[in-house]
């Protein structure tokens, strides 16, 4: 049996289609390509939880590494400090948190703080047993050199500064930033001392609400044996004790007035109201605390009007 020939319209319609199929599977492939690029360009940007700055930075900006030291149990203040410190972007200054405590001792710390630092990477597990006074801070700072050794610019410190902070103490970033960058980035020192009613940084001990040494200063703690042989005791008095054995901290500054307890029914020596220039408020066990602070602070300033709440 003999096939017919094809007609003239049907050989036509054959051709259209297979250039039509040709031209979707090039206009197909461009886009790909183009999505892919978008992709990869920045239309979806990572967004890094340990940054409290979300401006570029140049190299005369201040950098300032903050660690806060804290429990592996406190996932709600972990949670709280993220927001507080995420929600502030000083200006020309690169600063970077993370929290900071010892090796892990339950189940529930070792399945709750893996998808912590799954979803934030903003934390730092050193290798000893926790404690308050008995090492912790000296293992906080002689281990960062190490931790933050980059052969991309081996000869320019990560920081200029390292901060010591607590867990329970508000920073304002802006005015940190502000005192700090007038002042020298080598041998320096600087916190609010105590007792409150002193005013002299030699004789003195910066409190451990906040202190921050500078990151030549973190260096020598690595490698020295003075820090060393002197671990155990109050981790504000031993660092102090460090400087002063290692004649070290020559630029001395303090943020009297800026930084201060929160005062309750009852003030002390080292308490006094809220007020503008504060650089940091400690004692703030409670959540009533925390969210007086953060009011007086207008931290919520740029909650954005929408259908989907009412927050008076």
Same mark, same amino acid.
């Given at each position: 049996?003999?096939?017919?020939?094809?007609?003239?319209?049907?050989?036509?319609?054959?051709?259209?289609?297979?250039?039509?199929?040709?031209?979707?599977?090039?206009?197909?492939?461009?886009?790909?390509?183009?999505?892919?690029?978008?992709?990869?360009?920045?239309?979806?940007?990572?967004?890094?939880?340990?940054?409290?700055?979300?401006?570029?930075?140049?190299?005369?900006?201040?950098?300032?590494?903050?660690?806060?030291?804290?429990?592996?149990?406190?996932?709600?203040?972990?949670?709280?400090?993220?927001?507080?410190?995420?929600?502030?972007?000083?200006?020309?200054?690169?600063?970077?948190?993370?929290?900071?405590?010892?090796?892990?001792?339950?189940?529930?710390?070792?399945?709750?703080?893996?998808?912590?630092?799954?979803?934030?990477?903003?934390?730092?597990?050193?290798?000893?047993?926790?404690?308050?006074?008995?090492?912790?801070? =000296?293992? @906080?700072?002689? /281990?960062? $050199?190490?931790?933050? %050794?980059?052969?991309?610019? *081996?000869?320019?410190?990560?920081? +200029?500064?390292?901060?010591?902070?607590?867990?329970?103490?508000?920073?304002?970033?802006?005015?940190?930033?502000?005192?700090?960058?007038?002042?020298?980035?080598?041998?320096?020192?600087?916190?609010?001392?105590?007792?409150?009613?002193?005013?002299?940084?030699?004789?003195?001990?910066?409190?451990?609400?906040?202190?921050?040494?500078?990151?030549?200063?973190?260096?020598?703690?690595?490698?020295?044996?003075?820090?060393?042989?002197?671990?155990?005791?109050?981790?504000?008095?031993?660092?102090?004790?460090?400087?002063?054995?290692?004649?070290?901290?020559?630029?001395?500054?303090?943020?009297?007035?800026?930084? =201060?307890? @929160?005062?309750? /029914?009852? $003030?002390?020596?080292? %308490?006094?109201?809220?007020? *503008?220039?504060?650089?940091?408020? +400690?004692?703030?066990?409670?959540?009533?605390?925390?969210?007086?602070?953060?009011?007086?602070?207008?931290?919520?300033?740029?909650?954005?009007?929408?259908?989907?709440?009412?927050?008076?």
């Amino acid at each position: 049996m003999m096939m017919k020939p094809l007609q003239p319209e049907r050989r036509r319609f054959i051709i259209y289609a297979f250039f039509f199929v040709l031209f979707l599977c090039a206009v197909a492939s461009i886009n790909e390509i183009r999505f892919d690029n978008i992709l990869n360009f920045g239309g979806c940007p990572s967004i890094s939880a340990t940054s409290a700055t979300l401006n570029s930075t140049s190299d005369d900006d201040v950098r300032i590494f903050i660690g806060i030291l804290t429990l592996p149990e406190k996932y709600h203040r972990r949670h709280m400090l993220r927001m507080v410190f995420n929600s502030q972007s000083p200006a020309g200054a690169k600063v970077d948190f993370k929290f900071v405590f010892c090796n892990l001792t339950t189940e529930e710390q070792q399945v709750m703080v893996a998808l912590e630092i799954m979803q934030y990477d903003d934390i730092i597990i050193l290798n000893c047993s926790e404690n308050m006074n008995e090492g912790k801070t =000296y293992t @906080y700072f002689s /281990s960062l $050199p190490e931790m933050m %050794s980059s052969s991309d610019a *081996p000869s320019s410190p990560p920081y +200029h500064y390292v901060m010591k902070a607590d867990d329970d103490t508000y920073l304002k970033l802006d005015n940190l930033v502000d005192f700090l960058r007038p002042l020298p980035r080598q041998d320096l020192y600087f916190g609010c001392v105590v007792p409150c009613q002193n005013k002299n940084p030699w004789r003195n001990i910066m409190s451990g609400m906040g202190y921050l040494i500078s990151w030549d200063l973190v260096e020598w703690i690595r490698v020295s044996e003075v820090p060393r042989r002197n671990i155990n005791g109050p981790e504000d008095r031993m660092v102090a004790q460090w400087l002063r054995e290692g004649n070290k901290a020559k630029n001395r500054h303090i943020g009297r007035w800026m930084m =201060y307890d @929160y005062q309750d /029914s009852t $003030p002390t020596r080292c %308490s006094h109201e809220l007020w *503008p220039n504060t650089i940091a408020v +400690h004692l703030l066990k409670s959540d009533e605390r925390w969210a007086k602070t953060l009011k007086y602070f207008n931290v919520t300033q740029n909650l954005k009007p929408s259908k989907l709440y009412h927050i008076p």
